[in-house]
Structures are given as C-alpha cells and as structure tokens.
C-alpha cells in the first residue's frame, strides 16, 4: 500500500469506507508494506478494520526500517516508535497489530485456514545466473533500500560491524515461525482447537469471501529492495 504517498493514503481513504456490512464476512490479506511510520500503520490497518469483519497482515521489508527519513508527502519524518533496531520495530509493529485487532498468526475460517509466514530475502535463494554485461549492480546501502535503513542486533547477526544481507537474519525470521507451527497444526485439525482467531462459530459460511489487496494503488513505492516476507508474506 506504501501509505508514506499522499497519493495512496488519499486512496485507502476513500476505500476504506467503514462500516462493513453485519452480514458479509469479509476477510482482506494484506501482504505487507503499508508503511515504516508506526502512526500510519495504525491509522490504516484501523480504517481496513472498519471496512472488514477480519484483517490479516504480515510484516513487509518497510516495517522494518529504523533508520530516519523524510516523508513522501504525509508526514515530515517517520514514527518508528524509538526502536532500537528492525528486531524492536517488527515486535512494535506486531503489538499495534494487536491493538488494532489485526491478525498475525495462523486463522481458520470455516474450512479455510489462513496462515502468515514470516520471511526475510537471503542471496541463497537466487539460484538463477547473472545477468551477463555487469548491468546489475552489487548490492549495498545504494542499491537495496533495506541495507541503508534496516539495522540488526549484534545477538541476531553476531556482529557489531554492518551485516546486511547475512544468513542470519533470514534464519531468525524463520525461526519466528516455530511459535505458530502449533497454532498451524490445530487449525488444520478442525473446529474447535485453539488458534488465534476461531471464527468459524462466528457466523462464517461459504459464501464470505476472502480479499487480497496488495497492489491496484495509484503510485507505488521505488525502494529496490527485495520482499522482506514469504507468502509476500501473507
């Protein structure tokens, strides 16, 4: 959604027209990126919250940046809440998830189970060959957003110099997951085991539908950063 532009706030504005019907069970996805400012991540995930009975979201590559920077016709600088580093924000932002009553982990509707997965890009997974001509760039702090604006713990890295781009933070945001494989499990087993948000009693049929917005916004986001999140994360 990328709500740092005017023009993409102005957008979700005028969708996001609440309330939702009582009587349609609307389900939106939302796969990451809506923003870095802590503050508008609240605001929006608050107005889908209104338009839809549920909401869903994982963290995108943005969420996590900490490092300073202006506004894209919104706000003058970003919100990221005193964070130490993108560990402290991604659990920041996991908690005003919570706040807003968006959720995070596995969820079953009806016969449907809908899993978030956290993720984060690692030069492992490109097993495609270069390109020829050395058109492309290394990558570094000029030519992939994350590393200039994203900063890891030396516990998570094990380093205190610079690590971007480390197998380390992929493995910790995969390890992430382990938290949820229980939850995963339950909700695969059917009605009635505990995972986050049992809504099948809720007034769930088959005809409720399920959303995915990630993309049809008027301007988009030029940060040349790869995806921070696995399912795009969602």
Partial sequence: LHVDYAANMAWLRQYAQPPHKPNMRSVLIVAGDISDDLGLLRET????KSSYWQ???VPGNH???VKGTKGKGVGEQSNHGDARNSIDKLWRVLGVCAEEGVLTSPARFGNLVLAPVHAWHHASWDSEPDIPGGIIPRPGPLTIADYAKCEWPEEVTGSKL??????????YMDRLNDEHWPALQAALSGPGAPVQADVTGAGWTSASSVSSLDGGVPSSSSSSSSSSNASRMG
């Fill in 45 to 48: 995930l608050a107005a889908l």
């Fill in 55 to 57: 909401v869903l979201f």
């Fill in 63 to 65: 969420e996590l940046w």
């Fill in 162 to 171: 610079p690590q971007h781009g480390c197998i380390q933070v992929a493995q």
